[in-house]
């Protein structure tokens, strides 16, 4: 025993070190000096051991994000059965079964079956989908490991570690630089940063210093644009920034999709009032009727069946596959059915800016010449597609001289690559360096032929502490040197202009402009060096330069952003932009967005650290752009404006957008660019980035949510004229029941079934995108679907019950109850085939829609007629409902009485209107 303690002692020792201090959400290694974090993590700058790094591994597992259980199949089946509505089915079906009703138990259970399938089916399929997005971190590393580089997966790498990084790779873990050259990170998908951040291994912080600002450190995920650097691994998998957030992911509840809200609510009332006119007519039997106790016991259990609208389920879920299937061919995956429609129900949409309502990639916008001609250049993204405007006209590059050499100069003092491969545009390096390459092709410029033309002899590379780089020509027979670089950098080397006279005091005040409008700005210039240069030769640092102008690049908006913003705010959704891009940039964007234009309608994270939970909930309601915002800032913000009364939809598609999403009431994650995190902890994915396609997302979904109602009412409409049916018998103390408790469910399971199935596949009926979002507290049986339903209810059940008390009067002999039983449920029928077209639309007259435009719905009640039609002349039907052939002088009487319905509930919407009118 004592032999083991010493043991392990032994390996705490010198094997590795405390494992908790690596799995803090926020480490403090950038405050640390290097030595002490070398110290801490037992290691130095030749790396660990094979031996060592292994034992590592074993005792702090891979280095992998932490990721939630595999859906298993079973458990996408089980969750379909996660519904009050379903629960109360079940409830009837067991006491069904319990009094020995097979028939009806079977009849509910089909239902159940039937409606897991479905929604199933779509959801394993969403899921599969999204495994096969996953890609984050299965990567490859440099590490150096008993003195020795060797490339391994990135799984194996431990705390202690020392890698290499360089242009082009992804961070693997967290690393505290040791050495850096001229080192760039995009940390976009973790911090929001749109632009490339230099890196500085001897700066040091305090604590509280956010990860955005850690200079010193490279964080995992994040992709080396610039240079190349040696550091320390200081934190893997779940301990790292990205696995923090990650965690947090997994360990959060997320917010109810808006249906489930409003369906919850929907069954609870519907559970109360059928149950309650259930009893109260089975006491109007057993008090009135003169019916036994357990003769109207059973028949309320059947009423009470037969009133729940059992195919709800299976059309609900029929409703949001179909809008799934229509959002996928609109470019949005669908993880949960019960998501489909909030994007319809949301009231507002809280986004990203970096990779969603923008392009991610770096682009030339404006170019401004020494005498201050200024130039415009149209196209988004690294693609060059556009062209360069001076009042909106095309330049010839070949007719401009002095921009000519500019554009010159961003393609020799370039170190990316762009070029067309199998019909498409590729690219590799710097993101300035791609704008500039992509600006060169848009003027029929590329750097293949002016490398070709003037070799290269020589460079000076990009670095912090220069903030220029600069390339050595061979021009004939002279060496020319092309510089690009900070506006004061460069405009310091110059004394003359390619164009107009050297004003360097007026060109800085120029640059400050740009910069203040949202530009990154950078300067060109051009000289030529008095002596002869080669590549073994130590470059001369550039003087008496000729400056040739500025280039303004932006991280420009996707095309159609602005649209889609505008389009939200005309469908009555607000759109707010949050990220981590800085407060210039940020209103630069939000102001082509329409989203802000003043300077105190943009605040900054650090401006929120002092606000109290009520001061940011007011900030909401009022503030459309947030910048400099930290992920926990932004998932402060969500869930402020749910406090604030919103549905929210959260878009994103970086790691630091995950507790957001995942918060939200339905996140919206980037299937393209975006993170594995993300898109797990999103409902929805847009396969095409592009935040013009949550556009059609929302119409998708308020058309699914339409045609929810639109079912529910019919279902509701026809099971309260069952209702009313019988309550009227009862009260007016009629001997026999109108209809019996098969019939019931013949009615609500077969005919309605067939019916309320193909209502939900009824297409958009227009202007769904013209009125504001319903009201999150609104409920679905709302005062016009209440309205509809007790004048539908009344209509349908009292004319079926003087029907069936006229049929009656005239035969009460036993053959003549079966014969009026036999009328009524084919009035019952009628009924349902003409008030389905009244479904059609909550506003809209029937007769101005034709059916022809929606040619299920209309097989559908074609199908529900024949199949009772069937019913009629079966003997196996004759004998289960009680059904028999009938006269035509009955038909036509029957339906007549079934067409009252129809002017009945045009004239209610005419009414209603009328009333929305005055109101407004």
Known sequence: MASRVLRVASFMTHGIFAVNQFKQPEGNWHSLPLREVTDRLRTCEQGLSEEESARRLNA????????????????????????????????????????????????????????????????????????????????????????EVQEINAEAIVPGDVVWLESGNRVPADVRLVRALGLELDESLLTGESLPVIKDPSWRGDESTPVADRIN?????????????????????????????????????????????????????????????????????????????????MFTVALA????????PVAMTIALAIATTRMARRGLIVRRLTAVEGLGSCTLIATDKTGTLTCNELTVREVRLPNGDVYHVSGEGFVPIGEVLRDETAIDV????????????????????????????????????IALLTFGQKLGRNCESASDRYPQVNRIPFE??????????????????????????????????????????????????????????????????????????????????????????????????????????????LVSMITGDHRVTAMAIARDLGLAEREDQVITGPELLQRTPEELQDIVRRIRVFARVAPRQKLLIVEAAQRAGNFVAVTGD?????????????????????????????????????????????????VAYDNIRKVIYFLLSTGAAELVLMAL?????????????????????????????????????????????????????????????????????????????????????????????????????????????????????????SPFRSPILLAGAVAAFLVHLAAMHLPMTQ????????????????????????????????????????RS
């Open 60 to 147: 702090v597992g891979a280095n992998r994000l932490p990721q939630g259980h595999s859906v298993k199949l079973w458990v996408v089946i089980l969750r379909q059965f996660q519904s009050p509505l379903i629960y109360i089915l079940g409830l009837a079906a067991v006491v069904s079964v319990s009094l020995g009703d097979w028939e009806d138990a079977g009849f509910i259970a089909g239902v159940l079956v039937l409606n897991a399938m479905i929604g199933a089916y779509q959801e394993w399929k969403a899921e599969q989908s999204s495994e096969a997005l996953k890609k984050l971190l299965q990567i490859r590393a440099s590490v150096q490991r008993d003195g």
């Open 217 to 297: 450190m490279a964080h995992a995920g994040s992709i080396v644009t610039r240079g190349r650097a040696k550091g320390i691994v200081v934190a893997t998998g779940v301990g790292t920034s990205v696995g923090q957030l990650a965690q947090d992911v997994l360990g959060e509840v997320g917010g109810k999709p808006p249906l489930l809200l409003r369906m919850e609510r929907f069954t609870r009332l519907i559970a109360v009032v059928v149950l309650s006119a259930s009893v109260l007519i089975g006491i109007l039997g057993v008090a009135i009727g003169g019916y036994s106790i357990a003769e109207m016991f």
């Open 305 to 312: 069946v037969a009133a729940i609208p059992e195919g709800l």
């Open 398 to 433: 070949r007719e401009n001289r002095p921009l000519e050499w500019l554009v010159q100069a961003g393609l020799l003092c370039n170190e990316a690559d762009l070029h067309p491969r199998h019909g498409e545009w590729v690219w590799r390096g710097d993101a300035v360096d």
């Open 464 to 573: 912090p502490e220069y903030q220029f780089a600069a390339s050595f020509n061979q021009v004939d027979s002279e060496v020319a040197v092309f510089v690009k670089g900070a506006a004061e950098r460069v405009l310091a080397m110059c004394t003359q202009s390619s164009y107009g006279a050297f004003d360097q005091a007026k060109l800085e005040t120029v640059a400050i402009r740009m910069a203040e409008r949202g530009f990154r700005v950078l300067a060109l210039a051009d000289g030529r060096l008095e002596s002869s240069l080669t590549s073994a030769d130590v470059p001369p640092a550039p003087e008496q330069l000729r400056f040739l102008g500025f280039v303004g690049m932006i991280d420009p908006l996707r095309a159609g952003a602005a649209e889609a913003v505008r389009s939200c705010h005309e469908a009555g959704v």
């Open 654 to 702: 970086g790691v630091n957008d995950a507790p957001a999403l995942q918060a939200a009431n339905i996140g919206v994650a980037m299937g393209k660019s975006g993170t594995d995190v993300a898109r797990e902890a999103a409902a929805l994915v847009i396969s095409d980035d592009n935040f013009a396609t949550i556009v059609g997302g929302i119409e998708e979904g308020r």
């Open 729 to 849: 018998a009862l009260s007016t103390g009629t001997p026999y029941l109108p209809l019996l408790p098969v019939q019931l469910l013949w009615l609500n399971l077969v005919t309605s079934g067939i019916q309320d199935v193909a209502l939900a596949f009824e297409p958009n009926e227009g202007g769904v995108l013209e009125r504001p979002p319903r009201s999150p507290n609104e409920p679905i049986f709302n005062q016009l679907m209440i309205e509809r339903t007790v004048i539908a209810a009344i209509v349908m059940g009292g004319f079926g019950f003087a029907a069936f008390w006229w049929l009656l009067s005239d035969d009460p002999s036993e053959a003549g109850v079966s014969a009026a039983r036999n009328a009524l449920l084919l009035l019952m029928v009628l009924f349902e085939n003409i008030h389905i077209g009244n479904c059609r639309s909550e506003t809209k007259p029937a007769l101005v829609m």
């Open 879 to 918: 004998s289960l409902l009680g059904t028999a052939p009938i006269g035509w002088k009955s038909w036509g009487a029957l339906f007549l009485l079934a067409l009252t319905v129809f002017p009945a509930m045009e004239l209610h919407k005419w009414s209603w209107s009328w009333r929305e009118r005055l």
